[in-house]
């Protein structure tokens, strides 16, 4: 189910978007695929289901389309002669439901490609256009609009987090320094850990106090979920990368560490540079580093073996942390210290690993639910071959769709982060 803008036809914005997108890169993608279909296994949509029309490639039909008949020779004749049609409302509404409803823009097609396409950034080519068009998933456009609205998707207004925060501190008794003029780091959450994961808000600000780190949180940049990322539209991306970059440097912080979101880490670190004026002298890094670089440097030491008892662990690897921003040794390293027997790797893992189904915005929309399951089932399928009862990962969003699809199937499997692992094992 999509909506519509109302008025006139979808396609118009649709078209005006997809002809100013195809004026660069885009064009240079477009000619250098071969259409060899390579990229189709490498999708978990497509492994899960069968279905043709998750192959990456068939996700930026529409695109390519829109590119030939507007700009070849070829795709102007196809269109004149009737072998092709023009891309209508119908094509909107449909593709709607492929690039929103059967895409976490995960990008593992892209290492699998053969011409080193970068499908995952074509497929949000798709998605803008779609915005424009209005022809957005409701629940998807219902999240973003509320968190235009009061600052997060899941209603963390400024007093619900303050008194959220003042909780976290008070039952896990943490010391969570608040709105720290000339703090060197902004620590910055995800609703879904303030709201959903509280222990790991707790975990971090114990890890930080105890690294002795000189931190803060800010309750101007107190959203990193980007839902406007999620939707594909410029505007509402920046309005929200906005707040954060304004609330570290309202701070006069140096770095922003970015805890358990992929999507906030990819647009807070590569996407905002690309879209907007990000202020000079904040860099941008993520929670998994900093972990590795307070273990590896001696800032927090760590009670080796300390998960060793509990059966097998395994590490899920989170597409937009682990594959996109490289942090896949630090979390093995810390595993490696924490639990030398018992963690086990499943397989594929680092790089190759597959997506748990539920980034992109896909877990927010119901309709994908049943292709959700069915990604996710080939994830336990991997955990129960490597024999865990725990998996933990980097990722909360990725623990979201954990513990919903564990719920779900009924399954015997503990979820938790890595974060919430390295502070209960701290040395005192
Ligand atoms: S693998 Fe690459 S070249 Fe082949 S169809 Fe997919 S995107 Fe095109
Ligand atoms: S980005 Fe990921 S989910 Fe999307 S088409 Fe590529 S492999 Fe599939």
Redesign the pocket.
């Known amino acids: 189910m999509t909506t519509t803008s109302s008025g006139r036809s979808p396609t118009v914005p649709a078209l005006q978007t997809f002809v100013k997108e195809t004026g660069g890169w885009v064009a240079a993608q477009l000619e250098a695929?071969?259409?060899?279909?390579?990229?189709a296994e490498a999708c978990h949509f497509y492994q899960a289901t069968g279905n043709p029309e998750y192959a990456?490639?068939w996700k930026i039909e529409l695109l390519r389309r829109a590119y030939e008949q507007r700009f070849t020779i070829g795709g102007k004749l196809r269109l004149a002669v009737g072998l092709d049609k023009p891309i209508s409302d119908a094509d909107l509404a449909h593709w709607s439901t492929l690039v929103y409803e059967a895409c976490t823009m995960c990008n593992k097609?892209a290492i699998?490609?053969?011409?080193g396409?970068q499908?995952g950034p074509l497929i949000h080519e798709v998605r803008s256009a779609l915005s424009e068009a209005g022809v957005v998933p409701p629940e998807l456009l219902a999240a973003v609009v509320k968190q235009m609205a009061e600052g997060s998707p899941l209603g963390m207004t400024g007093d619900v987090w303050d008194s959220r925060l003042e909780w976290v501190a008070d039952e896990w008794e943490v010391e969570i320094p608040r709105d720290v003029q000339g703090a060197d780091t902004l620590v910055v959450f995800s609703s879904i850990e303030v709201m959903k994961f509280p222990g790991n808000v707790a975990a971090i600000a114990k890890i930080m106090n105890k690294a002795g780190e000189k931190w803060t949180v800010s309750s101007q940049a107190r959203e990193i979920v980007n839902f406007g990322f999620y939707e594909g539209n410029e505007h509402r991306t920046v309005e929200i990368l906005k707040r954060v970059f304004d609330g570290a440097k309202a701070l006069g912080v140096k770095r922003i560490v970015v805890t358990e979101c992929g999507h906030a880490y990819d647009a807070l670190r590569w996407t905002a540079a690309n879209l907007m004026d990000v202020p000079p002298g904040i860099s941008v890094t993520h929670i998994a580093g900093v972990l590795g670089d307070f273990v590896r440097s001696g800032r927090i030491k760590l009670k080796a073996g300390a998960f060793d008892h509990d059966g097998v662990i395994t590490f899920h690897d989170a597409c937009k942390i682990q594959r996109r921003g490289g942090h896949i040794n630090e979390p093995r390293e810390i595993l490696k210290i924490l639990a030398p027997n018992a963690f086990k790797e499943m397989s594929p893992n680092r790089e190759q690993a597959i997506c748990c189904g539920g980034g992109g915005g896909v877990i927010a929309i119901k309709s994908a639910d049943p292709q959700r399951y069915a990604v996710f089932q080939m994830k336990v399928d991997q955990v129960r071959k490597v024999g865990a009862q725990t998996v933990t990962m980097t990722c909360s969003n990725c623990r979201l769709q954990f513990t919903d699809g564990v719920a779900h199937f009924g399954l015997d499997l503990k979820v938790t982060g890595l974060a919430q692992m390295v502070a209960d094992a701290l040395e005192e």
């Open positions: 695929c071969t259409r060899c279909g390579i990229c990456p490639v097609c699998a490609c053969p011409m396409i499908i």
